[in-house]
């Protein structure tokens, strides 16, 4: 908005994908029956110890070499205390004084964005509300999680949306996190403040806590700038609150403010050694990193001359793009194979919630069985969707569905010459002028075929026979 900038930081919190819980040996499973997953430990029992899950600490590190942080050799948990209904221990182990990444970022729109810091800690748990009654969840208590905190350096809703799409594609990558947000495995909170333009001097910020979709990072932080525009406009001043937004009815609502700081009392975690890392297992993990998404994204774009819009697509998920380039191995056709996983393969997953049983070297077969005019692009399609779905070879589907084309210029004219008989109102407003109805004439030829005839041949012989 004019005269005004907006600034942005996002602290993004990521469940680490681990068998057990943090501390102790429950099971992470999301969705088990509610309080089944839980023990002494996690409940806040006087007396228990927790036991450090090394893979929380090793996924960590794992996405701080991702993020480019610098791993701490030496990092160690603190208490974090307050009481809340859905936190039995009354305080939050977390890594507030030494946490086990410092630095790093992420480029976005040609912007370096600054990580601060990366910490883990435990998760609360979760509570319902109904009507007058609030109902408490434990299972969630002390999964691992991860905390992204970036600087105040992101400047547009757009960029903070971009930045945490990225963050969750590399955290995916990775197996860090499966980033599933409708099932909260990863949120962001926002804080957003606006200031003069030409001031160097950071405005009073507001925190939106726990958005579950990308779009709602990116409205949220859209409504809030607005509303701190106003309020200064108005003659007020913004507050330090924190506010929920509703995606949904577009509106941020107060949840508490807070003019002072909490004071959480932060005191090391007795029960806790240090974590203590040392070269060769930072190494070692180093190593274990796959490619990252933008790495993949610009071999898409020099090895297959992809557009960077389409190795954008292609690259988002890990599995589509190595899927993507094991059948690159086996086909020159690179057109319908970029086709295919750009506008079937999405459009085939919204449709069926189902399982990908695409093999590599089927979806090449199929891409060369066009390039050799063995079936047309409509019959690809269907035959790409049937693979996906039933893992059945390309050219078994071909024959089975009546694809293959088989059709000899001679079936093709007689078919032209039928047609025209029979659409002679058609032919008259070809004759006259009309382009429009070429297509209708073309599709009525292609319907005997069932779909079997090389259209490009039945519009050449079509257009001679209309021309005589
Ligand atoms: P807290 O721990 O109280 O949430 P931090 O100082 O750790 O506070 O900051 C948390 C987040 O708030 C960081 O992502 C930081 O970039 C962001 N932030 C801090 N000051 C501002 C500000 N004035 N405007 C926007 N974001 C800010
Ligand atoms: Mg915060
Ligand atoms: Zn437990």
Excluded: W
Excluded at 146 to 157: C, F, L, Q
Excluded at 306 to 328: D, G, K, N, P, Y
Excluded at 425 to 434: E, F, L, P, R
Excluded at 442 to 451: L, M
Aim: neutral net charge; charged residues 25%; aromatic residues 8%.
């Amino acid at each position: 908005m004019k005269g005004y900038k907006t600034v942005i930081g996002l602290e993004i919190h990521a469940e680490l994908s681990t068998k057990s819980k943090l501390f102790c040996g429950c099971d992470t499973t999301f969705g088990q029956s509610e309080n089944t997953a839980i023990c002494p430990f996690c409940m806040g029992m006087p007396g228990t110890l927790p036991n450090l899950n090394k893979k929380a600490v090793e996924l960590a590190v794992k996405a701080g070499l991702a993020f480019r942080c610098d791993i701490q050799k030496i990092s160690s948990f603190d208490r974090k205390n307050y009481y809340y209904p859905d936190l039995p221990k009354a305080y939050q182990i977390t890594q507030f004084f030494r946490p086990i990444a410092l630095g790093g970022g992420l480029e976005i729109f040609d912007k370096f964005i600054p990580i601060e810091r990366i910490h883990i800690e435990e998760d609360a748990g979760k509570l319902y509300h109904k009507g007058e009654n609030s109902l408490a969840d434990y299972n969630r208590c002390s999964v691992p999680l991860i905390e992204i905190v970036t600087a105040p350096k992101i400047t547009s809703a757009k960029m903070a949306r971009a930045f945490a799409e990225r963050v969750s594609r590399v955290l995916s990558y990775t197996q860090v996190c499966d980033c599933k947000m409708e099932q909260g495995s990863l949120r962001v909170d926002v804080n957003v403040s606006v200031c003069p333009e030409d001031s160097n001097t950071l405005g009073t910020r507001t925190e939106i806590k726990n958005l579950n979709s990308f779009r709602a990072v990116e409205h949220a932080i859209e409504a809030e700038a607005k509303r701190q525009i106003a309020l200064i406009n108005g003659g007020q001043r913004v507050v330090m609150q924190t506010l929920h937004f509703d995606d949904v009815k577009g509106k941020l609502t107060v949840l508490r403010t807070k003019e002072e700081r909490v004071d959480y009392r932060y005191f090391p975690e007795p029960d806790i050694p240090n974590i203590e890392l040392n070269d060769e297992y930072i190494e070692n993990i180093k190593k274990s990193l796959p490619r990252l998404p933008h790495q993949v994204e610009k071999t898409l774009v020099e090895e297959y001359s992809l557009s960077t819009q389409a190795a954008e697509q292609i690259s988002e998920e890990r599995a589509t793009a190595e899927l993507f380039e094991a059948a690159a191995l086996s086909t020159q056709n690179i057109k319908t194979l970029t086709s295919l996983f750009i506008t079937e393969l999405p459009r085939i997953k919204r449709a069926n919630n189902k399982p990908c049983l695409l093999i590599p070297q089927e979806i090449a077969c199929l891409c060369n069985m066009v390039k050799d005019r063995k079936i047309n692009n409509n019959a690809a399609k269907e035959i790409f969707e049937e693979m996906f779905l039933t893992g059945k070879k390309a050219l078994e589907l071909a024959e089975q569905k009546g694809f293959l084309i088989s059709v000899t210029q001679g079936d093709i004219e007689l078919a032209v010459k039928e047609v025209i008989e029979q659409n002679p109102v058609a032919v008259k407003q070809y004759v006259d002028g009309s382009q429009k109805v070429f297509g209708f004439l073309v599709g009525q030829i292609a319907k005997k075929f069932n779909g079997a005839a090389d259209p490009v041949k039945i519009r050449e012989i079509l257009e001679k026979a209309l021309n005589k």
